[in-house]
């Protein structure tokens, strides 16, 4: 996936061109997974989670970052002082006018390691004073890909915030693609997820919330299950 232009309106949006192909049940417990975690959007979170660590300052040499009134700009193809590589770039907008709306858009920006490679493709747009999340990341780790093309709208009472991300999908590059609907809700000690990936089969998902960060699912149709206690 290519991110395309740095204009704001982007291919996103409450929809995806993601094709339900993928077939859940000839996939393993590892890559179901890894699509589970993407259609939380946990792929975009861990995007920017990894661009803000290498604008922390502490090696001003790698990346480069350059700023203006609206626009910071951080190129990689570096080595950093601790060894690893940071590859890519990335560009980071927030426009006037639109109060807290960040766009991010990172060109397979990432790092190498002695033994493992992570890339990350794609855009993130926060909007909506943060209650939207519109964003289409692939990543890239050690050569298997998967794409996370998720639009999450949020909304919080009291303590709570709950996250729709129906119109979503999540692909395993070069295999297949999977239409995500369903909510996640996290409060101040739990996090809770309900939501079905729908490809050939469909995979249902349970995040029953507590700290051990059990991930319940099972393919419909067959007995590939995992449960987690209650």
Do not use: K
Request: charged share 25%; hydrophobic share 30%.
């Amino acid at each position: 996936m290519v991110a395309g232009a740095i204009g704001l309106a982007s291919c996103g949006g409450h929809g995806t061109d993601i094709e339900p192909t993928l077939v859940f049940a000839e996939r393993s417990d590892d890559e179901i997974t890894r699509l589970i975690i993407a259609a939380t959007g946990e792929e975009q979170t861990a995007a920017l989670s990894f661009l803000a660590l290498q604008m922390d300052g502490r090696d001003p040499g790698c990346p480069v970052v350059a700023e203006t009134s609206d626009t910071i700009t951080v190129t990689g193809d570096c080595t950093r002082v601790d060894g690893a590589q940071i590859v890519g770039s990335a560009i980071i907008r927030r426009p006037s006018g639109e109060g807290l709306r960040t766009y991010h858009e990172l060109r397979r920006f990432g790092y190498v390691g002695a033994s493992s490679r992570t890339t990350y493709d794609g855009f993130v747009d926060r909007r909506d004073d943060l209650r939207t999340w519109d964003g289409d990341v692939t990543v890239d780790e050690d050569g298997v890909a998967v794409r996370a093309d998720i639009y999450s709208r949020c909304e919080t009472s009291g303590e709570r915030t709950t996250c729709s991300h129906d119109g979503s999908g999540v692909e395993l590059v070069g295999v297949g693609g999977a239409h995500v609907s369903g909510t996640t809700t996290v409060g101040l000690t739990a996090y809770y997820a309900d939501y079905v990936l729908r490809g050939v089969d469909r995979l249902v998902v349970t995040l029953p919330g507590g700290p051990n960060g059990c991930i319940g699912w099972n393919i419909e149709g067959t007995d590939r299950h995992h449960d987690c206690p209650r």
